[in-house]
């Protein structure tokens, strides 16, 4: 099973460009989570969805936007991306509340 | 809101050394408790987790948990480390029982194991 697919790995950008980070589960989970991980800060939410059709704000929402476009994907937009979102990008599912997240592999972006 | 302490930034053992990891969480009322470890260039994986029943929970690789809920903690234990645990490791947690519940990361714990 391929379990959590996230794309690109690797990605940079320019102040100001604009990108979506794609992910997908193939586990049948019904909630989501983008994170984003930077040194000595652990990981933070940024955007959650419980189940398909609602997204909700995790703790630094700011700057970007989500759709979870049906119960598989889960995509992450930076409209205009600022040298601070230069992180590691982490999506994850679970099948609901009394149940572990799985991890993405991560997307390293860098924005200069 | 729900938060996650991990007080310990870096720890440094030698091999054959017990670990334990401290992780303090606030939240009043029921919570999902887990502990994550990120090898290097890898992404998060499960050691192990709480939900309910006995406090004292045993993941893999030799791991173990114990939730003391009047201390608000979740620390993590193992009696003897091996160079391979080298790793960062994170303790979470989930509050509550909605649907809509976040998993909040604490800011995670690097070991590093002298060989």
């Known amino acids: 099973n391929a379990g959590v697919t996230q794309t690109p790995k690797f990605q940079v950008l320019k102040t100001g460009q604009s990108m979506t980070l794609q992910c997908a589960q193939d586990m049948n989970h019904n909630s989501m989570y983008w994170y984003r991980q930077d040194p000595g800060m652990g990981l933070r939410l940024i955007y959650y969805?419980?189940?398909?059709?609602?997204?909700d704000k995790g703790e630094v929402p700011n700057g970007y936007n989500v759709s979870r476009l049906n119960k598989r994907e889960f995509s992450l937009r930076l409209e205009s991306a600022a040298p601070s979102q230069t992180s590691v990008y982490f999506c994850?599912?679970?099948?609901?509340?009394?149940?572990?997240?799985?991890f993405g592999q991560g997307t390293r972006l860098t924005v200069v | 809101a729900q938060s996650v302490s991990q007080h310990n930034h870096h720890v440094i053992l030698s091999e054959a050394a017990s670990l334990e990891l401290g992780c303090n969480y606030s939240y009043g009322g029921t919570v999902n408790l887990f502990w994550y470890v990120q090898y290097p260039g890898q992404h998060l994986q499960l050691l192990l987790k709480y939900f309910s029943g006995d406090p004292l929970v045993k993941g893999i690789k030799g791991f173990e948990a114990e939730f003391i809920k009047s201390k608000f903690s979740f620390n993590l234990r193992k009696p003897s480390v091996q160079w391979s645990d080298t790793a960062e490791y994170f303790c979470?947690?989930?509050?509550?029982?909605?649907?809509?519940?976040?998993?909040?990361f604490g800011s995670g714990t690097r070991l590093s194991i002298r060989p």
């Open positions: 994850a599912s679970r099948t609901g509340m009394s149940t572990e997240a799985f």
């Open positions: 969805s419980a189940s398909e059709g609602t997204t």
């Open positions: 979470a947690v989930n509050a509550g029982y909605s649907s809509a519940s976040k998993i909040i």
